[in-house]
């Protein structure tokens, strides 16, 4: 590709309503324009980045034994209503009647329609399993779309769905596409994590997200360098201490700290590290009051509480519950000589094996410090991990400590087990002619999002910095003097030819403006690799080699550059 | 692909509401499956052919220097209603509100969506020429959709727009696109004609269609099969005859033919050709009262009279008007006779050039022979092509003699001229500064109605015929116990890889269904090339070929097979 053959069109500023780095990237490299709030047009650059996401997607579902078909936009109502998601789903579904009457819906998501298609073609064991799945544009109508592609309205969609004559297969299914995400992640060139939604291990578990790494993503996830462990912050386990409960040495004290509430500020005052003070939180179900302990420095988890017997559901405790139950105000409450018959105390693992530690007294003003289980108070009357998992924390799967990073879900692996099948008649004949409902599993990638959140992994004050693999481009021509100079010009165009015909996807910026603005230009757009063919270079038979990241260019002999090159893309 | 890899589900009997061959074998191949009236899946097989035909088209459009981009489908209202579309568009266009209660539409076509990226981006004559497409599901609410992805509501199609500084500019690019469409033709292996939508030649005209040769087609199509010319019967032009008219030999008698209005029964009647009679039609502009006179075996084209001068518009009498202009019945009306202040008579071209013939002679039950122009009657008012062309009229280009033939329209090439640029403000600046509004072409092509158009014009008692280059698989290998044999598996393994090392896009079928099965369901979905693997076969070092269309098979060297079908596959 010439440049001049192509819509480039670069912009000084990006419009000041683009909120996050890729949103602002991509409009200013001209990879999209926006047409309306979420609704955006794939310029050329963008649209040739779009279709590497797309190919290495599909490349990688094939391999991986999937089929492509494509479905319908286009979904009547009736499909829809079988399994009362006419119902359940929100404004954000389209809707809308045809010209005679008759309900449809843009498919945000496509369960209904696959399970139509299969029911009416697979009646017997022996057509199963089968994994389908399409490349489509969809439509979510969000209440506030933002963030570019990243959470736009109109967006590009990899939805697969498997089928399965057994729980256990639809298991193998799921560890194949676990193991193809990882692939596609991987040949995207983008460090990613697959992210467990609920305990963390594959075996168990019924839905992976996987996220490609970044700080601006939404999502906390925490992580072990060593091991393959990760999951959502919110639903990582925090394990027990492995050294165990310390003796009671201190004296229990009961300490004045006037105005001291936050636990920070309580161990300022008292000269005690944070990590010695415990708060107490007071929650209600129903009409009871529990009092949840946490170690100053955790968070509590509202999940994990609400998965605790007898918390489901809770709410957090007012004022006046407090007074009542504890005779005190909020802020210096404690475990210690509460009613047992009256307040029921869960203690996070972490406080269950402290020791010598500081909590409120249940006196307005006032902190106890030496407080010791057993000796002080009653053991709690439940242990339970209640809390947000910390940076050092030890992995959930015994490999490593726990890092935390920011993640951008671009992937999600789902075992939806009979809910469609069971709704929709969805059966099949087993070896024994018995009638069973089908196992199903759902394989999404959003295709578009994976653009916006490759950007945001990798940028800089340049622009971005894209992998090869998903480049609009792999390598750049930049002569000095296309139109001026004989030589740069023959130079450019041979090796613009020998780069061609060697498979590389390489733009000759023949556009005969100022170097600066070109390279300026391809920077801009994430060109990973520049050569600059110049006349200087050539009197001694050089071209002028730069990597995107690189601070500092190098001659290579111009007959070299060729295989200079393939090298370095295939690093 | 291996046919259990992959989702083939054929049907033995397609389902009675499909009326055309095309949508009866799509359904019974598998190909489609009906989610909705005019909405369908692209089952796995079918969409191979779909982005068969897309690459084709895609790789043309390339190459002919149009860059590629993706509009959203979803369009805000705010663009239609500048170019005045959001009113005048008729209720296929599909319209919905979104949550906030803004109007948007599934744009049916971008000219609106691609005029904004222009205006918004291009501002130079240094820019221009720009020609941009998409490939894009779009969705028109047909009133009746029906024939299956021929008049489906949601359909792919191609739809490129280019930008010009001048009109010239724009007729070259518009000459470069019927030269590119007719390149894509030929590659999808269809039979085409390029039918202008107006007079029929190239150069001054403002649109054409390109229409793929069935006989169950919707448009009749003149074309002669010694030039390039081809249009749409009704307007096509038909010529003077190049025979002047003969001497007045006969003299003009009144016969009675009583019961006789049509003219094949007064020709049988009186014993003379049918060529050798005029019929007359009375028709009204306002109060005028016009006698338009065609050749007994002629067709009226009520396109042509409505261009005529006075006839803009026009209707037919009624039988009061006849009887009150001409008094007598309709049925033995013609211009001998007739009050010239009155009645205006407008004969066609061929009448003009007509001697001796009959007519009716205005008086109830009775005709006129041996008329003649001058002699019986004043020479016609006005001489015009007023009629359909038939098969054997001279090609208007002045080459060889007009054929008939039946069309799909699948593709159309139009000079939009100005229409939405001017309305939208698509300007640029010339080389002297000036703002100028743009010239703008679009090109439009029927991916999926290609699909459709191709089995119509290819198909036979076994279902579809496919061009190789479209097929869903351009060969098959069907063994002879799979199963059961060793040698014929190995053999038919062997084969399997050696083609798909070549690049030839090979199904291996190993269903071990019976022979005779896999026989129908390779023909049925238009495997253009079989290469039987058996036992008997290979005993002698032999594979058994059969071509799609051939009534015998042939048996080939099994070390020659590749050779051979490379040699099939490129002729």
Redesign the interface.
Known sequence: MRTT???L?TLKEAPSDAEIVSHRLMLRA?LI?R??GG??????A??RI?RKVENIVREEMNRA?A??????????AELWQETGRWEKYG??L?R?K??HQRD?V?GPTHEE?IT??VR??VKSYRQLP?H?YQV??K?R?E?RPRFGVMRG??FLMKDGYSFHTSFDDLQREYRNMHDTYSRIFTRLGLKFRAVAADTGSIGGTGSHEFHVLADSGEDAIAFSPDSDYAANVELAEALAPDTPRGAAGEAMQKVATPDRVRCEDVADFLKQPLTKTVKAIAVMHDDDFVLLLLRGDHNLNEIKVGKLPGLDPFRFATDAEVERFLGCKPGYIGPVGVDAAKVRVIADRTVAAMDNFVCGANTEGFHLTGVNWGRNLPEPSLVADIRNVVAGDPSPDGKGALELCRGIEVGHIFQLRTKYSAAMGCTFLDETGKEQVMEMGCYGIGVSRIVGAAIEQGHDARGIVFPAAIAPFEACIVPMGYAKSEAVKAAADKLYGELRAAGIDVVLDDRNERPGVMFADMELIGVPHRIVVGERGLAEGKLEYKGRTETEAQMIAAGDMLAFLKEKLCA
């Open positions: 053959q192509f819509f069109s001209g324009k047409l309306a609704i955006y047009t794939w310029m050329p963008g649209l779009l034994g089929i492509e078909l494509l479905m319908p936009a286009v979904v009547p404004p954000e389209l809308f045809d010209r449809f843009i329609v139509d298609v009416k073609d089968i389908l489509q544009s439509f109508d209440i309205r109109e």
